[in-house]
């Protein structure tokens, strides 16, 4: 959790604006928190609810132990509302239930935060209704609007907010982050590899069934080397029922697809940007029994069966194929 403006280093241009409007105490009425998921947009305009009405705060950043940091910590802060689509979509009677508890007055202070989830997804007569809010807001209305799909809000809307644009993590700041909630160098390469979204990534690595998701592509690639007689068994046996649905295959194909590059990457000395940092002796070692051009041929069957998964192909038949597939040359 991002406790001070200072913890936000993934994101140095939005803290750098939000830093300025607090010091001069020149906050726009609205903002408009734009970016892929998983980039910090929800922590942010918390942690920017709290710096608003912290009781103690030391320069911009709150305190945190006040009763309205934690009031704001747990979600019932009454001067803080948050709104989320019900069903697909953020409803007229929602943005209209807004606006009259908005004319009531602050049971903690003045001022009043409201946070727009999704604002994407406002329907049509929900976002004029809130188009009206914005043009005429109350001395001490906040709005942040948090968005993944800003080309799909009015333009209205999005002319009346201040912009604070969130970029993606690069792959070597989600590992920092992942590791910093005590998870291996392993399993957060791994997941890094596989998503942009810090929560997702978070997610996949304290679920169990990743951890063994990756430890099979580890004992399949191994297999299909040393004991390629018996990778059809331990298709049928150990990685179908493991891997028993789309998703799940999708991701165990995509970790094989991490093991193969990382064969091309021990062939050209570029060991650093492996991602089973965990097998580096055993890739070295299979590396130096194979060419270029036939890491880069397998790569290419495991990509065609991503391909053939999308369709409607036997899962089953479809692993046995890249099976054999890949023994090709060995």
Request: with cysteine; net charge neutral; aromatic share 8%.
């Amino acid at each position: 959790m991002i406790k001070s403006w200072s913890d936000l280093q993934s994101q140095p241009t939005v803290a750098r604006i939000v830093t300025n409007s607090l010091e001069r105490d020149r906050i726009a009425h609205a903002y408009l928190l734009d970016g892929m998921k998983g980039t910090g947009k929800k922590e942010v305009s918390y942690l920017f609810a709290k710096s608003l009405l912290c009781r103690e705060r030391t320069g911009v950043n709150p305190c945190q132990a006040c009763s309205n940091c934690k009031r704001i910590d747990s979600r019932n802060h009454p001067d803080v509302h948050v709104l989320e689509p019900d069903g697909n979509s953020i409803k007229k009677q929602q943005i209209q239930y807004l606006q009259e508890e908005f004319t009531k007055t602050g049971l903690e202070s003045k001022r009043k935060i409201y946070i727009i989830e999704h604002a994407d997804k406002m329907t049509k007569n929900a976002a004029n209704s809130l188009l009206k809010f914005l043009e005429e807001p109350n001395q001490e209305t906040y709005a942040f609007l948090l968005t993944e799909n800003v080309n799909q809000m009015l333009n209205t809307i999005i002319s009346r907010c201040q912009p604070l644009s969130f970029r993606a993590l690069t792959s070597e700041g989600l590992v920092n982050k992942l590791m910093a909630e005590d998870i291996s160098l392993p399993l957060a390469k791994s997941a890094a590899s596989l998503t942009n979204s810090l929560g997702e990534a978070v997610e996949l690595c304290r679920d169990d069934w990743f951890a063994l998701a990756r430890n099979l592509v580890i004992k399949l690639y191994e297999a299909i080397f040393n004991r390629p007689q018996a990778s059809l068994l331990f298709i049928q046996e150990k990685w179908m029922p493991h891997f028993s649905d789309r998703r799940q295959l999708e991701i165990g194909l995509d970790l094989m697809l991490f093991i193969y590059k990382d064969m091309l990457y021990a062939q050209l000395s570029k060991e650093g940007q492996m991602v089973f940092v965990d097998e580096k002796e055993l890739i070295q070692k299979l590396a130096l029994q194979t060419t270029q051009q036939r890491v880069t041929e397998h790569l290419s069957y495991i990509l065609q069966s991503k391909s053939r998964l999308a369709s409607n192909v036997n899962p089953h038949l479809l692993m046995e194929q890249l099976a054999l597939n890949l023994q090709e040359g060995y």
